[in-house]
């Protein structure tokens, strides 16, 4: 079942929320509604840049052929690449797009690594999800670690605008996205200190 169905039935079943399909009576926003809500449910996108092409077609077959803004809802380690997408997407018209992740994980460091002989754990492992002040939770999160570190650090490189990534000089699925000096740097060492603790295994 695609991931927007089982969101649908969250929707309706939860929130009391009804989604239509494209083509359903009353699945159009015509000139003269004011303050009409219309869920409508895409479920052909299987990757990140299909969710804009595939988006757009969706909210043009609803009549919604020059939106003035878009708000973006995705996993918060996919925003900033889904966002690059559908300004891609939507060059010609350049809607307002905002991105809400809904919510930001965080992590800290396990003090008690701190002072043990940390040099024989994963780096990984010294982790744990924390609260906004940095306070370890021991909350399993969205995601295992392993695989929340997996997914962030599977996206600078797709965000690089270069032969390798998915900007303009690469692959060409979004558009330029400026990484910041801090945060290609950071990547940067967590690449060499994942990849040695890798090697050492």
Not at 21 to 30: S, T, Y
Not at 73 to 81: A, G, H, K, L, Y
Not at 134 to 146: K, N, Q, R, S, Y
Request: glycine share 6%; hydrophobic share 35%; charged share 25%.
């Amino acid at each position: 079942m695609p991931e927007a169905r089982v969101l649908q039935m969250i929707a309706e079943k939860w929130f009391g929320i009804k989604a239509v399909n494209v083509g359903d009576p009353g699945a159009k926003i015509l000139p003269h509604d004011v303050d009409k809500l219309l869920v409508v449910v895409e479920d052909q996108s299987t990757n990140c840049g299909a969710n804009a092409s595939e988006s757009r077609k969706v909210l043009e077959a609803c009549g919604v052929s020059s939106p003035r803004s878009i708000v973006v809802v995705q996993d918060p380690t996919m925003s900033r690449r889904t966002v690059a997408t559908f300004r891609k997407t939507y060059a010609d018209l350049s809607p307002r797009l905002v991105s809400w992740p809904t919510f930001t994980p965080r992590v800290a460091l396990d003090l008690k690594f701190v002072t043990s002989n940390s040099s024989t754990e994963s780096p990984i492992q010294q982790l744990q999800y924390a609260d906004r002040r940095g306070v370890i939770t021991h909350d399993e999160g969205l995601w295992g670690l392993t695989r929340f570190v997996d997914l962030i650090m599977g996206e600078i490189p797709r965000l690089r605008d270069d032969e390798n990534g998915y900007g303009p000089k690469g692959k060409n699925f979004l558009v330029h996205v400026d990484i910041p000096q801090d945060v290609d740097n950071a990547w940067k060492f967590l690449d060499t200190v994942l990849e040695q603790q890798s090697r050492q295994r």
